[in-house]
């Protein structure tokens, strides 16, 4: 079996309580098997579910500023919500617990007024299943980002970057263990947008409301994706006497993509606590609402993250992660998939 995976299943799924049987069975399919995945119907952006959060320790926040070049400008706007962690396992993680984005997080880095760098990282949190935090190897490896692009002249393509960013964590042993997937974005003053992938982070580009540009999900089966990860040998032996395997992947596996930007277009940079539960039509809609209105970027991005929080707490709400779980189990579920959601808006002007 797989460990260091995502947790398995929202809290909303199981309202239907699955048979034992029936779980362990899917949960051979799930880690067994790389299956392709499809969501099974049309869905709508809207949400019954109330839209007050309930954890008082945990609030969205939110910043946003500016790097501009003679060829384009960049408007960054940044949102982000830790999920709710009142489950048992969570009382000895302290870390994530205390972290304002959880285990996920995210860098900006306008390097001069020609360049930015952004990308956002999600630690894996199936490993609070074994008593783990993967809130630091998401962290760390952000600000190893940050640090090397502003400190440096080079231009860094997003795997080179990257790589870099792992190896300071391995040498500098900063992270006991965990696993993280990463998404990064090196926007030029030409327009290029070059992006690098490894997991199920994402990046979009929507153009008039409307997507033209996407990276693609990397997984090895249902809510298990790529991932980089940092585990001690003894526990990678322990696991091999159980014959266990880790989920752990190289900066290289990374997907390399490049796209010619225009004014205007919308970039944004998300953690799958987004995609989990919206899907790309759901972000047009949103975005032919809002971007014209008189909203500021960052007061869009803000709403944007609290309708998806909103939504991942609804047990009706059709998300893509509950019709996905409902094709491969073979009958409906719905809900909300909860989780740590962070989102990087980047506008083009």
């Known amino acids: 079996m797989f ?3 995502r947790q398995h299943v929202p809290r909303t799924v199981f309202r239907s309580m699955v048979p034992v049987l029936f779980a362990f069975t899917l949960y051979v399919l799930l880690t067994v098997f790389d299956l392709d995945y499809k969501t099974l119907s049309q869905r709508s952006f809207s949400s019954s579910a109330g839209s007050n959060n309930s954890n008082s320790w945990s609030s969205s926040s939110s910043s946003s ?9 960049y408007q960054v ?30 860098f900006v880095a306008p390097r001069s007024s020609s360049e930015l760098y952004a990308g ?19 962290r760390e490896l952000c600000l190893a980002m940050k640090s090397i692009t502003l400190n440096s002249s080079k231009d860094i393509a997003p795997k080179e970057l990257l790589q870099m960013a792992f190896s300071s964590l391995l040498n500098e042993e900063k992270v006991e263990v965990g696993g993280t997937t990463a998404i990064v974005a090196h926007l030029k003053d ?3 947008l070059n992006v690098s992938n490894l997991g199920d982070s994402w990046c979009g580009v929507f153009r008039d409301c409307k997507l033209t540009f996407e990276t693609k999900f990397q997984t090895v089966g249902f809510n298990a994706p790529y991932q980089l990860a940092i585990i001690p040998k003894h526990i990678i032996e322990a696991a091999e006497k159980k014959n266990g395997s880790f989920i752990m992947n190289k900066p290289t596996d990374a997907d390399d993509y490049s796209f010619k930007l225009q004014k205007n277009d919308i970039v944004v940079l998300a953690t799958d606590g987004v995609t989990d539960n919206i899907a790309v039509e759901d972000m047009e809609l949103f975005l032919k609402d809002k ?3 008189s909203q500021s970027l960052q007061d869009i ?3 944007f993250v609290d309708k998806v929080v909103t939504i991942s707490k609804d047990p009706t709400f059709p998300s893509v992660f509950s019709q996905e779980y409902s094709k491969l189990a073979g009958q409906y579920y719905s809900g909300g998939k909860e989780d740590d959601i962070t989102v990087v808006v980047i506008k083009v002007e």
């Open 190 to 192: 030409d327009g290029t």
């Open 301 to 303: 991005t803000q709403e």
């Open 3 to 5: 460990i260091g995976i």
């Open 65 to 73: 500023y500016s790097a501009s070049s003679d060829a384009f400008n």
């Open 291 to 293: 971007i014209e209105s």
């Open 77 to 106: 706007a940044i949102a982000y919500q830790p999920k709710d962690r009142n489950e048992p396992i969570y009382a000895k993680l302290k870390e994530s617990l205390q972290s304002p984005t959880g285990e996920d997080s995210y």
């Open 120 to 138: 956002v990282a999600d630690g894996i949190g199936g490993w609070a299943n074994h008593g783990y935090d993967s809130t630091a190897i998401s």
